[in-house]
């Protein structure tokens, strides 16, 4: 029997929850690592296993994993269905395929870590698109996306959904609650404050 995603990736200190302050200056109570996902190949294989069942049926030539994000995804999400996986990189800050083709008429899918608008992907769909390719969606570990602010690129698998609010830091709830202390993302201290507040 598998697995349930959310617990694996708390294993894995993938998703943790408190009281962050996220690079936008809003707060949340949950937050998505998903790097550390990457140190657990195992893990990480059976996270995407549930990613592949639900694209065996996908006609798809390549996997594109934008860096650095969606290398690792790619690549597993390109053994377990037996494709080709490659990435697109920045190059003077624009988005290429540096080290790889691909041939046209192509039929291509874009593995992110995690998808919240889906906008960043535009970017290696359009490298797809030049290269005379189809997009035929967005694949991620956990998808974000809110009704209300849908992904432009069609989110064809996931193996996490996760609604998780934010707020700005006038009107957050756990700050008025005042039990948890606010964590600063991307300090090398965030890890273990945050095991502190769980």
């Not at 617990?7 to 690079?23: D, N, R, T, V, W």
């Not at 990613?51 to 996908?58: H, M, N, P, R, W």
């Not at 994000?69 to 999400?77: M, N, Q, R, W």
């Amino acid at each position: 029997m598998a697995r349930d995603n959310k617990e694996i990736l708390k294993e894995c200190e993938a998703f943790l929850e408190g009281h962050f302050l996220l690079s936008s200056g809003r707060h949340s109570g949950a937050y998505c690592q998903m790097a550390f996902l990457q140190q657990y190949p195992d893990k990480c294989a059976e996270v995407m296993a549930s990613v592949a069942e639900q694209l065996k049926d996908t006609d798809v030539d390549v996997i594109v994993g934008p860096a650095m994000g969606g290398i690792v995804y790619a690549y597993e999400l390109g053994r377990q269905l037996g494709k080709r996986a490659i990435f697109t990189e920045r190059v003077d800050n624009v988005m290429t395929l540096k080290r790889f083709a691909l041939h046209p008429g192509e039929k291509c899918i874009i593995a992110e870590d995690v998808v919240t608008t889906g906008i960043s992907s535009l970017e290696t769909k359009k490298v797809i698109e030049a290269a005379g390719c189809e997009c035929l969606g967005i694949v991620c570990v956990v998808d974000r996306t809110r009704a209300e602010a849908p992904s432009p690129i069609p989110i064809l698998a996931s193996a996490l959904k996760l609604d998780l609010p934010n707020y700005l830091p006038e009107e957050c709830p756990i700050c008025k609650e005042g039990k948890l202390p606010l964590v600063h993302l991307g300090s090398r201290k965030m890890k273990e404050q945050a095991k502190q507040t769980l």
